[in-house]
Every structure is written in structure tokens, then in C-alpha cells.
């Protein structure tokens, strides 16, 4: 474990101008309240972290937040569709609506820094380039078993110095 | 050929791809190609899911229409992707050549006029880089694996390939759009198409297939026999409880 922090890389500029925009918003307090919201399938993150928020912006009918999916086929899009207006519904909120975008395409360097702590936490080696490190004991020593693991976002991966078959966040540039 | 029919028939390669990958679930050789399929089946549904989206704003009907309310006459995908696939050598040689096209299909309509397309091709492209390298990675471990899965591999490429030539050729209504810019000019695609794919053939050992025969008609709603059956079992459910909820 001791070294496997090494590797977590610097904030992306891709995350840097998601976080500019956060932090000129007027509605702080709309992101803040949604930093309680999760990813489904990776509770350790939050849609923020995750880069499935993009934006919470104004709109006609009051307030419109913007996210967008990680792969096309992402089943769990609509369950954060719902655990957003329950999030928003729950701080009174009643005028709001969440918009899906695809475009510009979601790439694993809007997540945040903190996404990859939180996954490697998870058991979940994070999307950082270079090679792949089991989370269990940092070793480099990894071998693709599948290209596709639980969920589309992940890859199958197995270590060769403790044998722990482990998840892989893909990098998606 | 309008935009409309033009985004139906996009959505319809996805939705036919997909339903007939996720058919893999529970019969792929083991679990990992299991789960491997359902997801890229996944990446099929939803990039139907938002070409039928797109349609619908253009005035089109929503997606459940599109997927489950209509007859194989009216689907409009093209041959190659209703093709069933019983042996997971088809599988695959399909995989492969739709996955090649795919990319570069893709990448040219990320350029497109409409902002739209572009949009959703800029999405699915990511996800069709990653289609591809497994689908070239499973060509080259049966090609290039044992007498039998060699001998497999090299039929299944035979029995696909006169499918190909439906990718390359634009029905005729669809040159307007091309001449638009909002889709790209297929027949062009098809040199780097054929080399990319032969590279993979030859690392696979296996030999690019010299069948002259060809078939075509699936933007016409012109299907093989196959896509009746597979539409009857995909939309069972719907047709038999319209407006069902979970
Ligand atoms: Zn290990």
C-alpha cells in the first residue's frame, strides 16, 4: 500500500474547468446538496466526482442541472435522474428540471482526484494511465482477464503477486 | 432520403446489433464474455436509445414505438446487423467488421453538418475504439488458435462477408445528405476499411474470404429472414401488455 498513492494523478484541466465553473456558480448550494448524490453502481462517488454532473445552470422553470451519461448504454442513468429530484424535492426545491447531454462526450478526466482515492479505496483500481496497479497491494504485476467487468466503465483484471482478481476503471480518452 | 429516416436507420443498426448481442448473455464460452457482451450490447441500445431520441424531436415517434411497434418491413438496419449468430465464430467475424467500419464511420460523422449527429457519433465513437480492439483481440486468438478454431473462424469470415458491401453503399436517397455534409460518403470509407481489416486477418492467419456474392436491402426494409423472428421475441413483452410499467 505504501507506495500506491504515487500514482493518483494531478487534477485533469478537464476537471480544473468543471471546477471554475462550480465555484463561479451561483448555485453553490445546489452542488453542495448534490455532492450527497451517488452513483448507483460505484457508491463510493458521487455524480459530481464522477463527472456525471456537469452543470447546474438557470432555466425557465427555475433551475436546470445538467448531466450526462459515462457510456451510451449506462443503465444508471436514470436512477440518478431520480435520486437527484428526490435529492433537490427533499431540500424543497419543486421548479427544476435535468436535461441529459451527450455532447462534448464524457472522457474519465472530467473525475476528480479525489473519484480515484475513492475507488482505489473501493477495491477499484482507478483510470490512470500507465499500468495498471492492484488496489489491494499496489503491486504492477496485472493481467487483463476481460475487457469488460461488472458495469461498461470496467475492466477484469487479476494480480500476479497477491492473485486478487480486482476491477479496473478504463481509461476513456 | 430525410434526416429522419436517415437517424431511424442508424438507430435501427444500433437496436438490431444490440438485441442480438445481449442474446449472448448466459451462452458465451464462459462468464467474463458474459457480462463482455451484454455491455457492448449495452453501448448498442444506447446509442439507439439516442439516434431514436433524435428522431423523435425531429418529429419522429418515441423510442418504444420505434423499437417495438413496428414490423420488419419497416426496420431499416442493414443485413449484416440482423445476421444471427448460433456459432461464436460469427459472432465475432461480424463483430469485427461492423466494429472496423464502425470507427471509421464514426469519426467522419463526428464532422457532421448537424450538430446532433455529430454529437451522439462523437459519444459512440469512444465506445467503438474499445469494441474494436476486442474484437480484433478475439479474431486473432480463434484465428490463430487451434486446427478447429482456425477452421471456425475462417468459415464464419466466408459466411459474413458478402454482408460487408451493404455497409459501403449509400442508398440513393441518402447522397443528398452526403452532399450536405450531414453524412459522411460510406463508399469512401471502404479502402481504409479493407486494409484495417486485413491486417487484423492476417495477424489472425486467416485468409481475406474471395466470395463475389453480395446481398443488400435493409435500408429498403428488404431483411433475411432472420429479423422477423428475432423482432417477434424482442417485442413479445410490449405487444402483449402495451404500456406496461416496471
Ligand atoms: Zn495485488
Not at chain 1, 475513492?118 to 483510470?127: D, E, K, N, T, Y
Request: proline share 5%; glycine share 6%.
Amino acid at each position: 500500500m505504501t507506495s500506491s498513492n504515487a500514482t493518483i494523478p494531478l487534477e485533469t484541466p478537464e476537471y480544473a474547468a468543471r471546477l471554475a465553473r462550480r465555484q463561479v456558480s451561483r448555485h453553490g448550494a445546489i452542488y453542495a446538496l448534490l455532492d450527497a448524490v451517488r452513483d448507483p453502481e460505484l457508491p463510493e462517488l458521487s455524480i459530481w466526482d464522477l463527472g456525471v454532473l456537469r452543470e447546474v445552470r438557470d432555466s425557465e422553470r427555475g433551475l436546470s442541472v445538467a448531466i450526462t451519461p459515462t457510456y451510451s448504454g449506462c443503465p444508471a442513468l436514470a436512477t440518478i435522474r431520480e435520486n437527484i429530484a428526490t435529492c433537490l424535492r427533499g431540500a424543497g426545491w419543486q421548479g427544476f428540471e435535468i436535461v441529459e447531454e451527450v455532447r462534448p462526450p464524457w472522457t474519465t478526466a472530467l473525475m476528480s482526484r479525489a473519484a480515484c482515492t475513492q475507488l482505489r479505496a473501493g477495491g477499484i483500481a482507478p483510470p490512470v494511465s500507465g499500468s495498471v496497479r492492484c488496489p489491494a497491494c499496489g503491486s504492477d504485476e496485472t493481467v487483463l482477464v476481460s475487457e469488460f467487468a461488472s458495469t461498461a466503465c470496467k475492466a477484469h483484471y487479476r494480480c500476479r503477486t497477491c492473485l486478487e482478481p480486482f476491477d479496473h476503471f478504463k481509461v476513456l480518452t | 432520403m430525410s434526416l429522419l429516416a436517415a437517424v431511424v436507420g442508424l438507430g435501427d443498426d444500433a437496436l438490431v446489433l444490440g438485441q442480438r448481442l445481449s442474446a449472448w448473455c448466459g451462452k458465451s464460452p464462459w462468464l467474463e464474455e458474459d457480462l463482455a457482451m451484454a455491455n457492448t450490447a449495452l453501448d448498442f441500445l444506447g446509442r439507439a436509445r439516442l439516434l431514436y431520441g433524435y428522431a423523435e424531436q425531429l418529429g419522429g415517434c418515441d423510442e418504444d414505438a420505434y423499437a417495438f411497434q413496428r414490423d420488419a418491413r419497416a426496420f431499416t438496419n442493414l443485413l449484416i446487423y440482423e445476421l444471427p449468430c448460433a456459432d461464436f465464430a460469427l459472432a465475432c467475424a461480424r463483430q469485427l467488421l461492423v466494429d472496423a467500419f464502425d470507427v471509421l464511420h464514426l469519426e467522419k460523422l463526428c464532422d457532421s453538418a448537424d450538430a446532433n449527429l455529430a454529437g451522439i457519433a462523437a459519444k459512440a465513437h469512444k465506445e467503438a475504439r474499445y469494441h474494436r480492439r476486442r474484437s480484433a483481440a478475439w479474431l486473432v486468438r480463434l484465428g490463430d488458435g487451434t486446427a478447429e478454431s482456425h477452421c471456425r473462424m475462417q468459415k464464419a469470415m466466408e459466411d459474413v462477408w458478402g454482408y460487408h458491401a451493404e455497409l459501403f453503399a449509400p442508398v440513393e436517397a441518402e447522397i443528398g445528405l452526403v452532399e450536405k455534409g450531414v453524412l459522411p460518403d460510406r463508399a469512401a470509407l471502404r479502402p481504409q476499411w479493407l486494409a484495417a481489416v486485413s491486417a487484423t486477418l492476417d495477424e489472425a492467419t486467416l485468409e481475406l474470404p474471395s466470395a463475389d456474392w453480395q446481398v443488400d436491402g435493409g435500408r429498403r426494409g428488404l431483411h433475411t429472414e432472420h429479423l422477423a423472428p428475432m423482432l417477434a421475441e424482442m417485442q413479445h413483452l410490449h405487444r402483449s401488455h402495451p404500456g406496461a410499467r416496471w
